[in-house]
Structure formats: structure tokens, C-alpha cells
């Protein structure tokens, strides 16, 4: 990882840009900017209070003017998800010497997140459908500007930091394409789905023998009455 050049985190809400972020700035030393923070600390306001009181253009000009100084420093940057929705963002992003990473995760799992946790502004506004489409529509955008793409889904931030750092690395010694970086990333998780699904299915076994068992016990102790 170089440290002359930023990393950009981008990626749909709640996918975990700032927990990443801020655990691989720690992790390796550098400076941390998260846009959505310079944003509440400027305005003495959260994004969600920003939007209901002065309006999403507001917050997306603040949220350009801090994406633009960020850029000019080395260290980790975690966007908000909606970084991607302005083009002079995605041109100043373009233009940068940043290597921008995509975390990728997948529906399901980012709304288990936010539901778990916190209130964001689009979320309440819209309908699951109108919020799927959102998702896909910022998928693609993600991946246009994306040098790397990581895929977070089932993965502790520790793992998603670990495969950032690496995919960086690697991009920059040309060691693997993005293709491979983002294919392996994918493998990793759908291991982890594996995982998941085996501990599922274990569960689900032990509970059918319990049952069983607990019925047999029950049929034989009927018979000895
Ligand atoms: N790997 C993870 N596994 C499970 N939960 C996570 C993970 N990473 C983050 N979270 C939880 O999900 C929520 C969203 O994380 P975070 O705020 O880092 O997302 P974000 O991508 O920065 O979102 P935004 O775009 O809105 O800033 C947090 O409450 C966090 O604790
Ligand atoms: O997805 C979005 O448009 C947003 C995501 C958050 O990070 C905040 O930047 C804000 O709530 C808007
Ligand atoms: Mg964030």
C-alpha cells in the first residue's frame, strides 16, 4: 500500500466504509477521512437531520467540497454512499491518483445492518422495491469507478480491511488484474456462505434427531405406563 496516494472507500450504505476505514487507517498508520463525519462535524448535524433541514443539494455540495480536499492527502477515505450520485464526484474521483475500492455487499445483508442499527434518510423514505433499485443502480455506478472491487458479505471488518489492503497491493504491483482480485473476494465469501449454510443444516439435523429422540422417549415411557 502506498502511502502517497488515498485510498477511497465507496460502496452502498451501511455496507461498512467507516468501520473498515477506520479499522485499516488504524491498522496501518495513516490519516482517516470519513466524508459523512467532516460533514456532521461542520454542521453540528447528523447527515439524516441535514437532509430534513436543509435539504439533500445542500448536503451533496458540502459533501463534493469535502471529497475534493480529502483527495489532496494521503491516507483512507470512507464516502457516503451516495458519493457516486453527483458527477463532478465522480470526476474529481476519476481524475485523482486514489485507488478507489468498491465494497460490494449484497442486498439482504446491508438491509440486516441498517435495520439492526441506524436511521438513514433514504431508507425510510422508500419502499423495498424503490430501495433494490437504488442498490443496483449504485452497484453499477460503484463498479465504473471502481479499481478494486472486494466483497464484504459474511465477512468481519478485520477479513474486509485484510483483502482491501491486499487488493491494493496487488493492483499496484500488477501481481493480479481486478477480475482476479474481485473473483477471489467472492470466492472467500461464498466460502463463508458455506460455512453458514453447513452450520445451518447441522442445526437443523441435530434439532430433527432431538425431536425424534424426545418422541421415542416420550411413545416408550406412554408404554411402560
Ligand atoms: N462486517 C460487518 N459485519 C456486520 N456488521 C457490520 C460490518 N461492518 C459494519 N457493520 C455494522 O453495519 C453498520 C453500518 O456500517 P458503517 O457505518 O461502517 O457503513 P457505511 O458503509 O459507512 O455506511 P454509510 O454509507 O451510510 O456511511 C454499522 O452499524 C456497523 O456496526
Ligand atoms: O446513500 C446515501 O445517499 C447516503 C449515505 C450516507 O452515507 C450519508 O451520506 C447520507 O445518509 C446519504
Ligand atoms: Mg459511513
Redesign the pocket.
Known amino acids: 500500500m502506498t502511502k502517497q496516494n488515498p485510498i477511497v472507500l465507496i460502496?452502498?450504505?451501511?455496507?461498512?466504509?467507516?468501520?473498515?476505514g477506520t479499522f485499516l487507517a488504524k491498522k496501518t498508520k495513516v490519516n482517516f477521512c470519513d466524508t459523512?463525519k467532516m460533514i456532521t462535524r461542520m454542521e453540528k448535524a447528523t447527515p439524516g437531520e441535514i437532509f430534513a433541514t436543509k435539504g439533500e443539494a445542500y448536503f451533496r455540495r458540502q459533501e463534493t467540497h469535502i471529497l475534493e480536499q480529502a483527495l489532496k492527502h494521503p491516507g483512507i477515505i470512507?464516502?457516503?454512499?451516495g458519493i457516486v450520485e453527483v458527477k463532478r464526484n465522480i470526476s474529481l474521483l476519476r481524475k485523482s491518483q486514489a485507488t478507489i475500492v468498491y465494497?460490494y455487499g449484497d442486498l439482504p445483508h446491508i438491509m440486516k445492518?441498517?435495520l439492526?442499527?441506524?436511521r438513514?434518510p433514504l431508507v425510510e423514505k422508500s419502499t423495498t422495491r424503490e430501495f433494490y433499485q437504488l442498490w443496483e443502480r449504485r452497484d453499477q455506478m460503484y463498479r465504473s469507478i471502481a479499481d478494486v472491487v472486494v466483497d464484504?458479505t459474511n465477512?468481519?471488518?478485520n477479513i474486509?480491511a485484510a483483502e482491501v489492503k491486499l487488493g491494493v497491493a496487488l493492483l499496484e504491483r500488477n501481481e493480479l488484474t481486478r477480475k482476479e482480485i474481485e473473483d477471489s473476494s467472492r470466492i472467500m465469501a461464498l466460502e463463508k456462505e458455506i460455512e453458514h449454510l453447513r452450520a445451518k443444516k447441522l442445526n437443523l439435523e441435530s434439532h430433527l434427531i432431538n425431536q425424534r429422540f424426545i418422541s421415542v422417549i416420550k411413545r416408550g415411557s406412554k408404554r411402560s405406563r
Do not use: A, E, H, P
Not at 460502496?11 to 473498515?20: D, N
Open positions: 460502496g452502498f450504505m451501511g455496507v461498512g466504509k467507516t468501520s473498515v459523512d470512507s464516502t457516503g454512499g465494497i445492518r441498517l439492526r442499527n441506524q438513514r464484504s465477512k468481519r471488518n474486509v
